[in-house]
Every structure is written in structure tokens, then in C-alpha cells.
């Protein structure tokens, strides 16, 4: 890993203070009298834009000068989260911003609080994107994050009175937004539609309708690099009157009509994150942000060059497909060699495979994307023309692989069906060099069973990267206490860009006095967590109880189900008094957690957590020793305060289904303790931290696997521990529904007759070792002293590490002299 040394500010206290009031007085228009902190906020951040402008510049310099290959990061989601206690940290400008603020009368916490959280992204897989794009300038490595500037985030998530959930609009953009530049001068023209038509031998589209693709450039400012990349973000804007009338005629009245529609496209994030719809609008977005990505990669690499010599492209960048939603990129990238530059063939498909790769994050193969021929026809017709025959010369090329007929027909990439549809994971792994999974587990089982086929024939495209998080925002942005230990403890804090070098803690876990100092970080973090909830939701957490978190995406297979029921099983042992209260162990639990709004299944779990936590935390016969709490609209602000204060987190999805997870990863990281089942990263993180470190329950997958072969019936487990049988009995007999028996049926049902992630097989085990985890929890030195461990033996999981990973195996190039 690159040598890094701490990064120095590039600016004085005062300077800093005189640029705010600069920029108060010609910016926002306000003395420092009259500003609020939201005032101070854009001020401050328009500073340290304009302090990072020559990294920003030189960088691109030294990219576009060829000194080593960029990587162009494809994702329609990067959930970046607040971005001004993040840039002054990796400038280095943290002090320098506590003190100007302070000397212009401002608390420095009430002006970073009121930057408004941009939430472009659903979950884990944005999340992930933002943390690359932060380990790819830290390491120095010149790159593009492109995605799409949505207008409307990720849904804000609030509860009825019922406990249900509702989504509101997240309009983020309703105040000023001071990091993202609307450079309409570079903006795009991209086009849907029409029909193809031949002119002199050769295919020339004919486009129905166009959008104007503006970019909107955010600041990646490494940590202590000195180098700045870019995210940038596409919005969609029509083409106004005056543009219209350089249409000609025809046109002008083709063009007309999306003129209302073209905002559209960039409006809103798509909140399903499991069951593609096959939407429209979702494939226009997909398109309108790929396309307008190439066009701007030619731009900024050729620059005014007419006739480029494109064959130099695998050159300058390799670019990441993040899932298959941006994979239309590669029949994209085919169009613009072959018709507008003029390309044969195979001269644009041996450029294309080479600058493309693909990431699967997914093991439900409902999740896999699969669009309609037909749609595409009617958006894209060249597109599908190119898919078609990207199709036929990968038949002929298995051909000359195999003689197995019946393997060939099911790795076609376009159906032979009646209506035909194109399986974009498989033309991303036909049309790409290097294919990966996110963690070992998941990797192994797209060879075995996703993507089997493939890996049959070309075994060398695939590859395992684990994912890996920052350390910046999830250890030393969430957490300064634990950061300032472990800078104590190591002497030294060159570990946030050498994230292995934590290992250096773990012989301080012999130390009590320094497990001490630890468990005195946690426990502070867990008071500041308890006022924050009690600020922001009106909480009452008692921080000398354990805190047991919960926080993803509401899913069947990530089994939030099996922790409410399990909870539910220990109330009504307290209720029928088979426990006595007194020994119960005090333990908050905390979800977070949104639904997909059409997941019906989901939104019940969601009413269920909430009714359980009015019933359970409003019983005097629990006398406190049981409380949950379900903060709404949980999002990267929540889980950096959450996520330091919790003694115990839950990675319970069924094994073989989540592909990695990343929660797993900051919450070691941060010092708690795992309940989990070997799914995912789970397996690496138990193997690193050291299996006695680590509370691992629950089938394997082929212990999955087997059930499922030899006929699933969930009753069974349901007659079998009464444990279980009291919790289901709870929720049908309407404790949790003011005595209305129909409210849960639905859910009744399904985990008795259905139950396909099978929570209650894995219930038994997963109750049994709650008495583990409670005598553990008991002795406080030997729960942190494991904890510690944790910390000592993640450092893996850093995204630094990630990265490196996907530069020496996948990308082959690396950072700016
Ligand atoms: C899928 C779809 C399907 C179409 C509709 C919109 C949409 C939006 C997002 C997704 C992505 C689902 C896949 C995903 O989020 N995977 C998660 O990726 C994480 C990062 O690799 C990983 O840690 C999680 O285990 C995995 O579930």
C-alpha cells in the first residue's frame, strides 16, 4: 500500500474565518450577524471547495496526461452522506473550521448539522460506492464515480399511528447545495427512441426524443493524498425553446413532447432494491447516465480531437459495472466506435471487453436484471440490433467451447422465447474482462450456481474482492473517541490510511487497564447515542443496558423476523413467568431499517417491530429489562451515531443469501460483538477475529441447501420448540394488535407454511445462544476484551484494502506518482 503521511491543512484559522466572511458577504449576501448556521454551512463549504481546487485541477491534469489509467466507477447509486465534516477531514481542515466557526460566534456542530444528507442510494451496494470513490483518491488512484443526480433521494421513511410505514418524498435539493457544481457548459445530449434506418451500407440511428445530460460534479478529496476525484452526477434537463428551433421541423415535433417528460428521468431513485420491475423509466435512467458517462470519457481523454484513435481507450480507463444496472454501457460503448467512429466489429468489441468489468452483489436471482427485448427495442432499437448480435457471435464462440447444445442454450444472452428478453448479467460477463463477487462465500457460489455456466467456460474472468468500508467516515468521522485510543494505543494515526495496522492493538487486549479505556469509549458513546435519540425521536434508551442493533434494509432473507420473533419468545417467557424478570439481562434493541413501499411481507415486519416495541417497552412486568426502539428514516447520519454505541449486532440472514453485507464490517470495526450466521463476509470476519470472538448460529449453506432438497416444512419447528410456538401464538392472537387476530395472518401464514429464508428452522439455535451472548455480556472485561479483538483483527475490511484488490486483480493500474 502507498506510503501516506498525515495531511497537513493547506489553510490558516484565519484565513479560513476571512474566506467565510468573504463568502458570506459575496455568496449568500448576509453579514456574519444576520447568517444562520445554514448560512455558515454553504460558506463554509464553498471554502473548502475553493481550497481543494488545485488538487482537483492537477489531478486531472496528471489523469489526463496519461500517467496512469483512470477507473471510471458506474453506479446508478452512491450514497455519499453528509459531506462537510468528511472533506475537512481528509484536507486536512478539521481544526482550522472548529476555530473560524467558533470565532465568527458559531458552534461548529449546529453548522456541519445543517447540511441536508443527500441519500442517492438504496443501501449497501451505494453505500459501497461512496466508499470506493473515497479509497480511490486516498490512494492516490485518478478516478470517476458516474452516477445520477436524483432530484428525490431514497423515500423519508416515518410511522403511523399504527406503526406502519409510510414514504414521504425526500426532496433533498430544497436548499442551497453547495458541493455539487452544475457545469452546464459540459453537459450531454442524450437520445431514446426512433428507428434505424441504412445509408450507404450502414446503420444510422434515427432517435425520437433527446435529453440534455448536465453534470453535477462533487470533490472526492482523498485522505491526505493531496489528490481530488470526481463524483459526477448526471440531471436531466430538457432542451429549452431555442434548442427546439435548431432542430429541423420533424424533429422539433418529435422532440416536443418529452420535453416534459425529460426531467423525469433523473427525478427519482428507484426504491426497490431486490425485484426489478422492468420499468421504463428505470432503463431510460440507466441509459441516460451510461451514455452521457461515455460521451464525457471521450471528451475529457481526446479532447477536441475529431477523429480519436479510440483502440487507445483500455488504456486510459477501465470502467466498473456496479451490478448490472449500468451493463447497457456495453452495447453503448459498441454504437459509438462502430457507427459514429467508424469501427469494425471485432476491433469495437475487442476494445469494448476490455474496458469493462462487472460486480454482481446479489445471490437472489430475482435480483438478477432481465429487460424485455421489446422494451429495449422501443428505446434503444440499435442497441437491441447490437445486443442481438452480440448474442449471435457469443453462440458461435461457445460453439467452438463445448459441445453441449443444452449449456449453450442456457447461457444465451437474448432468449429464444416468444418475447424474447436479455439477461444483462450475462451479457455484462460476455462483454467484460473480469466478472467478481463481494466476499469469498458469495464469489464461490456465483461459480457454483449463478453464474455456473460461465465460469465453466471462462474460468478466468471470475474473482473474489470482499468489499471493505472507510475508515475515514465509519471509524474516525463516527467514532473520535475510539479513534483518539487507538491512536494512543499504536502511538500514532497513520492506521486510517493502514487500516491493517490496527493488528497492532491486540496485544493491548491483554492490558486491563487499556480494555478499560475501551469499555469506557463504548460507554460514552452509548450515553451520547441515548441523547441523540432522545433529541432527534423523543427516546428514552437507557445507556447501562446492552444495546443490540439491527440496522439494513428491511428483507425476508436478511430475517428481521427471526430477532422480533426471539424477542417476542423472551417476552412471553417473562409473561407466563417459565423466567423471572429479575434475571433477565437489560438489552435495548434497536432497529433501522426501510421496505421496499410495494413489499407487502416487509411492511408488516416493520407494523410487527413497532407494535412490539409499544407492547413490550409499556409492560411494568418487564420492569425495564426489555426495551425496543425503531427510529425512523435510518440513514448514513444514523448509523455513524448508532453504530459506535452498540455492544452486539445482528447478521443473521439466511446463510447463502446475503452477499457480503458491510454493517458487519463497521460495527467490528467500531467494537461490537457479532451474532451471525456464515453468510456473507460474516465467514471472513469470523475467521479473522477468531472464531471464540464471534457468536455464530444457524445452518450452513448446504445445510441449507439439503433442507430445501429434502421438502421445507416449517410447522414442524413450530410444534417442536415451545419457545417458538409461544412467540408465532403472540403475534396471531392479537397481543400486539389490540386484540385483532387478522392484522398479522398474513405473516402467520407465511411462516408457517411458507417460510422460504427459513427463520424458523434456525430459530432454536439462534435463542440458544442468546444465553452466550448474556453471560458474556455479564462479565464486562472479557466482553470487551473480545470486542477489542475485533477491532485489532478487522482492519481487512477497510475499503483502502478493497480497492488495492480490485487495482492489482481487476483493473491493473494505480495511483498518481
Ligand atoms: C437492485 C435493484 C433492482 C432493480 C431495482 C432497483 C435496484 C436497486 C438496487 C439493487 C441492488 C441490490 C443489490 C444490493 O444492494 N446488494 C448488496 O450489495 C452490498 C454491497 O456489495 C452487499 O454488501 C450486500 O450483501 C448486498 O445485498
Not at 436531466?236 to 420533424?250: G, Q
Not at 418529435?254 to 416534459?260: E, G, M, N, R
Not at 451520547?528 to 428514552?540: P, T
Not at 457480503?660 to 456473507?680: H, I, P, Q, W
Amino acid at each position: 500500500m502507498t506510503e501516506i503521511t498525515a495531511p497537513k491543512s493547506p489553510v490558516t484559522t484565519a484565513e479560513f474565518a476571512d474566506g467565510i466572511r468573504e463568502q458570506l458577504k459575496y455568496g449568500q449576501g448576509v453579514t456574519p450577524e444576520q447568517a444562520t448556521p445554514a448560512d455558515v454551512y454553504v460558506a463554509s463549504s464553498l471554502v473548502v471547495r475553493h481550497y481543494l481546487q488545485d488538487a482537483w485541477f492537477k489531478t486531472q491534469q496528471d489523469m489526463v496526461n496519461g500517467k496512469t489509467k483512470a477507473v471510471g466507477y458506474l453506479s446508478a447509486e452512491f450514497l455519499i452522506g453528509k459531506q462537510l465534516r468528511n472533506a475537512l477531514l481528509n484536507a486536512g481542515m478539521l481544526d482550522q473550521f472548529d476555530e473560524a466557526v467558533e470565532s465568527l460566534g458559531f458552534d461548529p456542530q449546529t453548522v456541519v448539522d445543517a447540511e441536508y444528507e443527500p441519500a442517492l442510494g438504496n443501501g449497501g451496494l451505494g453505500r459501497l460506492a461512496a466508499c470506493y470513490v473515497d479509497s480511490l483518491a486516498s490512494l492516490g488512484v485518478p478516478a470517476f464515480g458516474y452516477g445520477i443526480q436524483y432530484r428525490y433521494g431514497i423515500f423519508r421513511q416515518e410511522f403511523d399511528s399504527e406503526g406502519r410505514q409510510v414514504e414521504k418524498p425526500e426532496y433533498w435539493l430544497a436548499n442551497e447545495e453547495p458541493w455539487g457544481h452544475v457545469d452546464y457548459n459540459r453537459s450531454q445530449k442524450v437520445s431514446f427512441g426512433g428507428t434505424v434506418v441504412e445509408e450507404n451500407g450502414r446503420k444510422v440511428w434515427k432517435p425520437a426524443w433527446s435529453v440534455r445530460a448536465v453534470p453535477v460534479d462533487y470533490m472526492v478529496p482523498g485522505y491526505a493524498s493531496g489528490r481530488v476525484d470526481t463524483l459526477r452526477l448526471w440531471s436531466a434537463r430538457s432542451y429549452d425553446e431555442f434548442d427546439l428551433l435548431t432542430f429541423n421541423k420533424s424533429e422539433y415535433l418529435d422532440a416536443v413532447k418529452p420535453k416534459v417528460e425529460a426531467e423525469n428521468i433523473s427525478k427519482i431513485l428507484y426504491p426497490e432494491d431486490s425485484t426489478p420491475q422492468g420499468k421504463r423509466l428505470r432503463l431510460e435512467q440507466q441509459y441516460f447516465f451510461v451514455a452521457a458517462s461515455i460521451q464525457d470519457v471521450i471528451r475529457v481523454f481526446y479532447p477536441g480531437q475529431s477523429n480519436p484513435d479510440l483502440t487507445t481507450l483500455p488504456d486510459k480507463i477501465t470502467f466498473q459495472l456496479n451490478d448490472t444496472h449500468p451493463v447497457i454501457g456495453i452495447p453503448e460503448l459498441m454504437r459509438v466506435l462502430i457507427d459514429e467512429y467508424g469501427y469494425d466489429w471485432a476491433t469495437a468489441w475487442d476494445i469494448t471487453t476490455k474496458t469493462f468489468n462487472y460486480t454482481c452483489h446479489t445471490l437472489l436471482p430475482e435480483a438478477l436484471e432481465v429487460w424485455p427485448a421489446d422494451l429495449i427495442g422501443e428505446l434503444l432499437p440499435r442497441h437491441l440490433e447490437i445486443i442481438n448480435e452480440i448474442n449471435d457471435h457469443f453462440l458461435e464462440e461457445l460453439k467452438g467451447k463445448t459441445r453441449d447444445k443444452e449449456k449453450i442454450e442456457r447461457m444465451r444472452i437474448v432468449t429464444n422465447e416468444e418475447n424474447p428478453k436479455v439477461r444483462m448479467a450475462y451479457l455484462a460477463t460476455a462483454g467484460g474482462s473480469h466478472v467478481n463477487g463481494v466476499a469469498e462465500l458469495h464469489s464461490q457460489l456465483l461459480k457454483d450456481v449463478t453464474l455456473r455456466d460461465f465460469s465453466d467456460l471462462y474460468p478466468d474472468k471470475f474473482t473474489n474482492v470482499t468489499n471493505g468500508v472507510t475508515p475515514r467516515r465509519f471509524i474516525r468521522l463516527a467514532n473520535p473517541r475510539l479513534s483518539n485510543l487507538i491512536t494512543e494505543g499504536l502511538g500514532t494515526d497513520k492506521w486510517l490510511s493502514d487500516l491493517e495496522m490496527l493488528k497492532g492493538l491486540e496485544p493491548l487486549a491483554k492490558d486491563d487497564e487499556f480494555v478499560k479505556k475501551f469499555a469506557a469509549v463504548k460507554q460514552a458513546n452509548k450515553e451520547d447515542f441515548a441523547a441523540y435519540a432522545k433529541r432527534e425521536y423523543g427516546f428514552e434508551l437507557d445507556p447501562n443496558t446492552m444495546f443490540n442493533s439491527m440496522i439494513k434494509r428491511l428483507h425476508e432473507y436478511k430475517r428481521q423476523s427471526l430477532k422480533i420473533l426471539a424477542l417476542i419468545a423472551k417476552y412471553a417467557d417473562i409473561k407466563s413467568g417459565k423466567v423471572s424478570v429479575d434475571d433477565v439481562l437489560p438489552r435495548t434493541v434497536i432497529f433501522g431499517a426501510k421496505s421496499a413501499p410495494g413489499y407487502y411481507l416487509a411492511k408488516m415486519t416493520i407494523q410487527l417491530i413497532n407494535n412490539v416495541a409499544r407492547v413490550v417497552n409499556n409492560d411494568p412486568d418487564i420492569k425495564g429489562k426489555l426495551h425496543v426502539y425503531y427510529p425512523w428514516n435510518y440513514n448514513v447520519r444514523l448509523a455513524q451515531h448508532l453504530i459506535p454505541a452498540t455492544d452486539l449486532d445482528e447478521q443473521i440472514s439466511q446463510a447463502g443469501k446475503e452477499a457480503s453485507g458491510t454493517g458487519n464490517m463497521k460495527f467490528a470495526l467500531n467494537g461490537a460483538l457479532t451474532v451471525g450466521t456464515l453468510d456473507g463476509a460474516n465467514v471472513e470476519i469470523r475467521e479473522r477475529v477468531g472464531a471464540e470472538n464471534f457468536f455464530l448460529f444457524g445452518m450452513t449453506v448446504d445445510e441449507v441447501d439439503a433442507l430445501y432438497a429434502q421438502g421445507y416444512h416449517p410447522a414442524v419447528y413450530y410444534e417442536r420448540d415451545p419457545r417458538l410456538k409461544a412467540a408465532i401464538d403472540m403475534v396471531a392472537d392479537g397481543t400486539f394488535s389490540n386484540g385483532d387476530r387478522n392484522t398479522y395472518a398474513p405473516l402467520v401464514a407465511d411462516w408457517l407454511t411458507k417460510d422460504w429464508f427459513m427463520t424458523l428452522a434456525d430459530f432454536t439455535a439462534y435463542c440458544d445462544i442468546q444465553g452466550e451472548i448474556e453471560a458474556l455480556y455479564r462479565d464486562p472485561l472479557e466482553w470487551n476484551r473480545k470486542a477489542l479483538l475485533n477491532v485489532a483483527n478487522s482492519g481487512y475490511f477497510s475499503s483502502d484494502r478493497a480497492i488495492q484488490d480490485y487495482l492489482d486483480k481487476i483493473w491493473h493500474t494505480g495511483p498518481l506518482a
